[in-house]
Structures are given as C-alpha cells and as structure tokens.
C-alpha cells in the first residue's frame, strides 16, 4: 500500500503548539506542505518563515473558519487555553464540528488523526487500563476529549465518508521545556501534595510525534486496529465509536515517586517530600503543592492492545528516567 502522505502532499495542522509545531516540522522535511490553523497574526509569521503554511481564523467563533485548501491528512491537536475565555466545548466541540464541515467543501482528506488524551479512562485503582477498557472520564477535560471522539465519529460519518479517522489517546506529554516549573519547586523542596504511589502515564514529546506522523503518513489495515466484540465490556460499548482508537503511552508506567525521584537527580534538586496539600499563593502558575486542588484523571496504568501491531513504529524513550534526563 502506497503512504498516506508524501513529497509533493498537503496537510492542515489545526493546533500547532509543544507536540502539532514538532509534526508541522517533520512533515516539512518530508517535502509535504503544511498548512497550520491559528488564531494568531504574531504566531502566522512566525510559522510563514519557517516555511509553513499558516491560516487565520477562530475554531470557537461561529464562521470563524476562511476557506480551507484541500489536503491529504489532517491533524487535530487543540490544546485548551484557560486564558482565551472559552470553554471547552466551544473549542474542542464547536471548532472540530466547524472545521470537519469546512473540509467537506473540499476533495476529501484521506487521513484525520485526532488527538484525545488517556484522561477519558478515569481511575482504575492501579489497574492496566487498554483500549477495551470503559471510556468513564472523571474531569471536565475527559468528558469532553470523549465527547469529541464520538463527535469525529459522526461528522466524518455525514461529511466525509472516505475519511479515515484515527484517535491517538495521549498519555501526558512531557520533554523540553515541560519540565521547569517541576525542577524549580524540587530545587526549593516545595512538598508534593499526591498520592506517591500512584501510577503517572507519560509519553515524551518525540515519541507522540513520531506516532502522530506514523499515523498521518502510514496505510493502516483498519480491523487490525478495532478491538474484537469479545474484548469490549459491555460498559465500554456504551462509549465506543467505530474509529480505530490507540493508546499512545511509553511503557513501563512509573510511579509520581519514581518520577520525582529521577527527575530530582536529574536537576541535582533534593529527593521529593510528599506532604499534605497546603495552599501556597506566593507566585503564579501551579505549583506541586496545588496538584491536589486539580480534578485527578485517575489511578491506572495505560497499555495498549495495538502498538505491537505497528510494524515501523519505534519509541525512543520507554525508558522514561532515560526520557527525563534528555529533557532537563
């Protein structure tokens, strides 16, 4: 089977922040022009001088959208910006309704990866969570990432039948420049108010990359990705689509301890001291003692059913402690 993408193909990168500017970037090299949604003027130039494609418009504003090129593959990897004023729905519902319905007034993309996060799994107390595990998010941000897998499902299903979707559910994604808010309050032995031993699921920015890219460039063979009808519980079943659904998580899971602690030495900071949460307003932006305060997206540990089907794909950093010490 031919690639998805290739020199002389397009794509449109709607969210092109930390993880959708490194996939712009790769399928640049590839020779593949890259279109990337912002809402920015400031961000546009700086996109046109690197050689990509920018579009301006609001995925939250009702025709907020200039009309769209045709392209081969697209890409969503909305981040969620507190200080814009908008709500979640209205970016990650809204905008995603908006942009599949533009896109069908074009020769249809053959390939929209969605990005989602492993948050729309809430807790499992511990447990292996995989793909045929019940989607029962527990934060605002879960439920809605679930509402916009199913909502892809049914706009791709109206507006672009020859699309083929794919949701990428994304461990949290760490690597450079993720990292120094956590390495300052280590160095200044701010207690971490969380469970210790509770399971972190991470993926190092490089890795979720080359799975995006796998994933825009890469025929699939689609049943090889669908978990069978004996794999799914009946819980899970009220909550799937037909999009092919894949865990994207380095593995093996550490724990926050095991995290902190190597992160700790990375940095030459003291070993972390967990502690009951206790308010601290002497600086902004969240500290470790504030985590507590955040809904928690659960206790689990992601695996996946697929990723061993994925001839070609290749992580850098399952060694996570190897990740952390090439991101400080």
């Known amino acids: 089977m031919e690639p998805i993408l290739q020199s002389g193909g397009s794509a449109l990168v709607a969210g092109c922040g930390y993880l ?21 003027t400031e961000k546009a130039d700086q996109f046109r001088q690197a050689g990509l494609q920018p579009i301006v418009g609001h995925l939250e504003k009702r025709h907020g959208l200039p009309e769209l090129p045709p392209v081969d593959a697209v890409l969503w990897a909305v981040g969620f910006d507190r200080q814009a004023g908008n ?41 292996a969570v995989d793909e045929s595990t019940a989607a029962i998010p527990t934060t605002e941000s879960g439920q809605v990432c679930l509402k916009g897998e199913q909502l892809l499902s049914t706009t ?23 990292l120094l808010r956590r390495v300052q309050d280590l160095r200044e032995g701010t207690p971490i108010a969380a469970a210790p031993d509770d399971w972190l699921n991470l993926i190092h920015v490089d890795d979720a990359t080359s799975a995006v890219e796998y994933f825009l460039t890469q025929p699939v063979a689609v049943n090889d990705l669908l978990c069978q009808p004996s794999e799914i519980s009946s819980a899970a079943t ?28 990375a940095c030459d900071a003291p070993a972390p001291v967990f502690a009951s949460a206790k308010a601290d307003q002497s600086r902004e932006g969240e500290t470790l003692q504030q985590e507590r305060h955040r809904p928690s997206s659960g206790n689990k540990q992601i695996t996946s059913i697929f990723r061993s089907r994925l001839k070609g794909l290749e992580f850098q950093y399952d060694d996570i402690q190897k990740g952390i010490r090439a991101s400080v």
């Open 20 to 40: 959708g500017r490194r996939v712009a970037d790769r399928l640049l090299a590839r020779g593949i022009t890259v279109y990337t949604l912002t809402r920015s």
């Open 87 to 127: 709500s979640r729905e209205s970016v990650w519902l809204d905008g995603l309704r908006q942009l599949v319905q533009s896109l069908s007034r074009n020769p249809p993309p053959r390939r929209f990866v969605y990005v989602s996060s492993t948050g729309v799994y809430g807790d499992a107390g511990g447990s």
């Open 156 to 178: 791709l299903s109206h507006h672009l039948p020859q699309t083929l979707g794919v949701i990428l559910r994304m461990a949290g994604i760490f690597g450079p420049g993720r």
């Open 238 to 265: 009220a909550n799937t689509h037909d999009l092919p659904t894949i865990n994207i998580a380095n593995q093996p899971t550490l724990t926050r301890r095991q995290y902190y602690s190597t992160l700790a030495r």
